[in-house]
């Protein structure tokens, strides 16, 4: 089958769909919680926690790449899609019996690596075993299934927590869950290994091409770091929530140990604008923090 039938011919319908659910139903649970938050807060009664909530979510998602990567670059897919999607779903059902926003935080941190797990899959699966020609359209659908979430998903998720409850904003997930698991895990098991020997794209027909992968060079080095990163940036959060000299110690060492990693993870020049690449990062990353600051506390301020 040849990469011009198009993302939904019968060769890729199965991948596309798989890999479009899987990633859409992680993008709804990070954009529609701030939506039931004040919900949640007037049942658990805990504001000092109220933006742990979200913390939780993306530091977890760091874990979750962090986790997941080595895994892809040596064995099958299959083996960290299905785990992201059980820790995604356990942290589903954690929250959703949560009796307190401790425990919250601590489901939310397992759907953050659950959902970091997710696209990280989806994009070594573009890569390995769509053909040049269609990865752009691909990508489209990565976006898609952030998009659609992004319009639709919070005023369902607010819709759900005024007439359900909010905590089947998370449980009301997991069928969900369930069926874009089951169809993804097993359609990414034609996606060969990196280390497989892979065929010509197209020679057989109705079957996903195979392409040739290659591990990063330096997987070793950035697994640490994401993680160094990850740790650097919770204790910057909590020295901030602190008072006292142990607050501010723990807020500076946090704040150095979080430049440290991050000009290691990015490109050069990445901290100080330089043009090209590193300018173009560094705004990619203030947009996102400047989104989400927002997404997780208008909602809060509206109430």
């Known amino acids: 089958m040849r990469g011009d039938d198009g993302i939904l011919a019968p060769a890729w319908r199965a991948l596309t769909i798989g890999l479009f659910l899987t990633i859409f139903v992680a993008a709804i649970e990070a954009l529609s919680v701030a939506a039931v938050m004040p919900l949640v807060e007037q049942d658990l009664r805990d504001l000092t926690l109220y933006g742990w909530v979200f913390s939780a979510f993306f530091l977890g998602q760091l874990v979750g790449i962090s986790l997941v990567a080595r895994l892809i670059d040596t064995g099958p897919v299959r083996v960290p899609l299905a785990l992201g999607l059980i820790v995604f779903a356990a942290g589903l059902v954690v929250a959703s019996v949560a009796p307190s926003m401790g425990v919250l935080v601590g489901a939310r ?58 905590r089947w904003v998370f449980a009301g997930l997991l069928p969900f869950v369930a069926l874009a698991g089951t169809l993804a895990v097993r359609a990414v098991r034609v996606v060969p290994p990196p280390t497989t020997p892979a065929a010509a794209r197209g020679d057989d027909a109705g079957d996903v091409p195979e392409v040739t992968a290659t591990a990063p060079s330096r997987p070793d080095r950035r697994i640490p770091l994401t993680l160094g990163l990850t740790a650097a940036a919770t204790v910057t959060l909590a020295g901030a929530s602190l008072d006292g000299v142990a607050g501010a110690a723990m807020l500076v060492g946090g704040l150095v140990g979080t430049m440290w990693a991050f000009s290691r993870l990015t490109p050069r020049g990445t901290l100080r604008l330089a043009r090209g690449v590193p300018a173009g990062v560094a705004l990619k990353g203030l947009l996102v923090v400047a989104f989400f600051s927002a997404d997780a506390f208008v909602p809060y301020a509206m109430v």
């Open 109 to 166: 941190v397992l759907q953050g690596i659950g959902a970091g797990a997710i696209p990280a899959v989806a994009f070594a699966v573009i890569g390995r075993a769509y053909p040049d020609e269609l990865r752009p359209a691909m990508f489209a659908v990565v976006s898609t299934a952030w998009v659609v979430p992004a319009v639709f998903g919070p005023a369902l998720a607010g819709f759900v927590g005024a007439h359900v409850g909010w």
